[in-house]
């Protein structure tokens, strides 16, 4: 089992949908998740993180995290065709008060239609 | 300095061969990190750096790939002996440091076909 787990999609919405994006994890230990977004040919670009059982919201972005269930979420509301990309969901055990290695899930393609 | 830049952007190389990446992390950067994605995966860690210091190297590293950071500024990521599995797009991170510094600025990524 691999220890994050991504629905690789590909997922296609029209233009002003509500995204919902899904990673799931099998170590409790893990604390710190992120999302990153990379375009095609592009190196991943951090989108949100957080560390906290909740909901964190940054504009039309909402990252959630269960961690009973180990399970996080990315919400991306009225989804623009500039979203389209791949999403990575990514989780760390911070070790010295800062992160070293991170574990990606495999990604998720969206593409959003105009 | 807008960012982590690496080169090159692509490079295609017989099998055998020799190959090596640089990587120009952001300048007050200290923490520099070597990821490796193949295609419909993640990336994955190869090694990290903290100044001058690899601190950490994954098993996905074998004996025939070298990482080095002298002087704690760029890195230079080499494979010996290229192997057509070596093809993937190699990334550089670099972050700095603090307790909330989570997240990495990835570069570009170098693309690297074996045939």
């Known amino acids: 089992q691999k220890e994050v787990e991504q629905d690789p999609g590909p997922l296609s919405v029209p233009e002003g949908a509500i995204v919902s994006l899904n990673c799931t994890y099998s170590?409790?230990?893990?604390?710190?998740f992120m999302w990153y977004r990379q375009y095609s040919r592009k190196g991943p670009e951090l989108l949100m993180y957080?560390?906290?059982?909740g909901n964190k919201e940054d504009g039309r972005f909402t990252a959630q995290v269960d961690k009973s269930s180990k399970y996080i979420s990315l919400f991306i509301r009225d989804s623009q065709p500039s979203d389209s990309a791949t999403y990575l969901c990514a989780i760390t055990l911070p070790r010295s008060g800062s992160a070293r290695q991170l574990t990606f899930g495999s990604g998720t393609q969206l593409t959003v239609l105009p | 300095d807008t960012g982590v830049s690496q080169n090159p952007r692509h490079k295609i190389t017989k099998r055998g061969q020799n190959v090596t990446f640089r990587c120009d992390p952001i300048s007050e950067h200290n923490r520099l990190y070597w990821y490796r994605q193949t295609l419909g995966q993640g990336p994955e860690f190869l090694t990290y750096f903290q100044n001058e210091a690899q601190l950490e190297k994954s098993r996905l590293l074998s004996d025939r790939f070298s990482a080095e950071r002298p002087k704690g500024s760029f890195s230079t990521l080499e494979i010996q002996r290229t192997e057509q599995g070596d093809s993937a797009m190699y990334l550089c991170?670099?972050?700095?440091?603090?307790?909330?510094?989570?997240?990495?600025?990835f570069g570009s990524g170098t693309r690297l076909t074996v045939v």
């Open positions: 170590n409790s230990a893990f604390q710190y």
């Open positions: 991170a670099s972050s700095s440091r603090g307790p909330k510094n989570y997240g990495y600025t």
């Open positions: 957080t560390y906290s059982s």
